[in-house]
């Protein structure tokens, strides 16, 4: 299978602890997306990157989360500290920077987080 | 990107057509129209988009009138398999893609 991959599909947590989500794009693609999703909501956007550089961050992202992606390939999330409000869907997406179609992006199946 | 506005939800039955419309008031002249499809537990899937008139692809159809000011996008003979969420995404060249709450689609036998 040539998608998006995240590991892991499902995670529960306690409050305070902290996770980390990994993400593997399409190879070929060049800029990576993190979002969040909450029941019943659309996708929120929380950040992006083009390679390895971080170009962009969403207000939604605090300061307990970082993303890296340390050589361009993979990605990872990290949230320290978590708390109940941040249960949600994880999705990950991957596209060509100099894709034909505008606005197309690969998502992956997302990662579920609970905290309880 | 400029914000649009869609059903919350729409019911169909197996084979019929069926239309979910968007209004998108603000569209700029650079934007484009973008559908995508959601399944339950599922990352979205990209559809078609379109800048003007009818696009066609092998999955929905996008009709585009000349102000722009909506879009219609065309699912023929729906099945089972169409329930999801469509989310209809306006904007040009961007890096972050921006959702509504989209359009529940519940297909019924």
């Known amino acids: 299978d040539t998608g998006v991959s995240q590991d892991p599909r499902h995670k529960i ?40 550089a971080q170009l962009e961050k969403s207000r939604l992202l605090s300061d307990r989360f970082s993303a ?4 361009g390939s993979f990605s990872t999330l990290e949230i320290q500290r978590t708390e109940q409000g941040d249960s949600a869907m994880y999705l990950c997406a991957s596209s060509q920077g100099l894709a034909r179609t505008y606005n197309e992006q690969f998502f992956g199946p997302g990662t579920r987080l609970t905290v309880l | ?6 059903p919350i939800s729409m019911d169909s039955y197996e084979g019929q ?14 934007d484009y129209i973008t559908w995508y499809q959601q399944f339950p537990s599922q990352g979205p899937r990209f559809i078609i988009q379109g800048y003007k008139t009818k696009v066609t692809n092998e999955v929905a159809s996008l009709f585009i009138p000349a102000d722009r000011k909506s879009s219609t996008l065309s699912l023929p003979r729906v ?21 509504g709450t989209g359009t529940r689609l519940q297909v019924f036998p």
């Open chain 1, 13 to 52: 947590t306690k409050r305070g602890q902290n996770v980390t989500f990994r993400c593997d794009p399409i190879s070929e693609h060049n800029r990576l997306y993190w979002y969040r999703q909450t029941l019943g909501q659309g996708p929120e956007f929380l950040t992006y990157f083009q390679n390895e």
């Open chain 1, 68 to 71: 890296e992606r340390p050589k």
């Open chain 2, 1 to 6: 990107l400029a914000k649009t506005t869609q």
């Open chain 2, 17 to 30: 057509e069926v239309n979910i419309t968007c209004s998108h008031n603000n569209i700029a002249t650079n």
């Open chain 2, 79 to 99: 099945s089972l398999s169409d329930t999801a969420v469509y989310y209809c995404l306006v904007g040009g060249r961007t890096d972050k893609l921006i959702f």
